[in-house]
């Protein structure tokens, strides 16, 4: 594959992961008319963060309930002429938050089957809708230590989907969160139909500065862009080795995440945004911001209100 038709996303963080899943959020924080709102902005597509245990029960079996919740955002989206890239963001056993109470995933066939029932549920509902429908295998595998684990899931996984979904496109990513500098580490596509994925949120220190989830550092940090040392010869040095890598096998990357803290100015973050996206367009890259709405970078906040239409022309770029 050389190219991707995922060009410009958002994400929809915070919905069906990363909240407490009460019926309030499941049904209220995004809402229809939030996605035609994405649609007028001129994306092209919406991420899906999903959470196993909003579609998967503990026994391993599928929520039925959950489901239907996905299948409305993907009709939603097809509705406003969206796609949409359905992203697991924790399985049963592996969560990218170490805050979270799952582990041994990649050591444990039993918790690895209940990763790849979750896949083939998804690829057999929607195997109908190869163009509109997009799959992203985990989110940010965090530990070097597990790729080789990983990349073996990760080619099963994708034959297991192949038996119901033959042209689905499947994106995956490397360890250290996703970074463009492990995506070499990746095993060839399993097809041309896989597309290898990446995160971006360098420098950390500006993208982040303020956040209390990282070191006791962060939560007192203060960086202005101009100290940031962000430039697009920084990006296009970090993003080579998945450059290389992907030219390599003959696919092409995707940038599933990026973007900067609320705590960062309004102006500063429109810098980073021109920055980044000068490289993405470059290249090719693909690429969906984190997030629309809260989630600590929310772009529809009231916050982004006097930058939005600038940041929206870069978004579009």
């Known amino acids: 594959m050389k190219d991707i038709a995922l060009k410009r996303g958002i994400n929809l963080g915070g919905w069906m992961s990363q909240c407490d899943y009460s019926r309030e959020r499941l049904d209220g ?21 999903i959470d196993y245990n909003v579609i998967q029960n503990d026994d391993g079996s599928m929520k039925e309930e959950g489901l239907e919740r996905v299948d409305a955002a993907a009709a939603w989206a097809e509705k406003y ?23 041994g995933f990649f050591a444990d066939g039993r918790l690895q089957d209940s990763f790849y029932r979750i896949w083939e549920a998804l690829a057999g509902r929607y195997a109908s809708k190869p163009d509109r429908v997009y799959f992203e295998l985990l989110n940010e595998v965090n530990d070097r230590s597990d790729i080789e684990a990983w990349n073996r899931i990760s080619r099963e996984c994708i034959k297991r989907i192949r038996q119901y979904a033959k042209d689905n496109v499947i994106l995956i990513g490397s360890y250290e969160g996703n970074s463009a500098k492990a995506v070499p ?51 296009e040095e970090l993003f080579t080795p998945a450059i290389e890598k992907a030219k390599k096998e003959g696919t ?36 969906a911001a984190w997030s ?26």
């Open 29 to 49: 924080f995004i809402r229809e008319d939030d996605i035609e709102k994405i649609a007028s902005w001129g994306m092209d597509h919406i991420r899906l963060p």
């Open 185 to 235: 580490d990746l095993d060839p596509p399993y097809d041309d139909k896989v597309v290898y994925n990446f995160h971006c949120y360098e420098p950390l220190r500006f993208t982040h500065q303020g956040a209390t989830w990282i070191d006791d550092e962060f939560p007192s940090l203060r960086v202005a862009f101009k100290d940031s040392g962000t430039s697009e010869a920084f990006f």
């Open 292 to 317: 629309y709405r809260e989630m600590d970078f929310g772009l529809s906040d009231a916050r982004m209100d006097g930058v939005r239409d600038e940041l929206l022309d870069i978004l579009r770029s």
């Open 252 to 287: 092409c990357l995707y940038c599933g995440e990026y973007g900067v803290i609320d705590v960062a100015s309004p102006e500063d973050t429109v810098k980073w945004y021109r920055m980044i996206h000068s490289v993405f367009k470059k290249y090719g890259i693909g690429h």
């Open 81 to 103: 002429g969206l796609m949409i890239l359905l992203d697991l963001h924790k399985t049963m056993g592996y969560s990218f938050d170490k805050g979270e109470n799952e582990a």
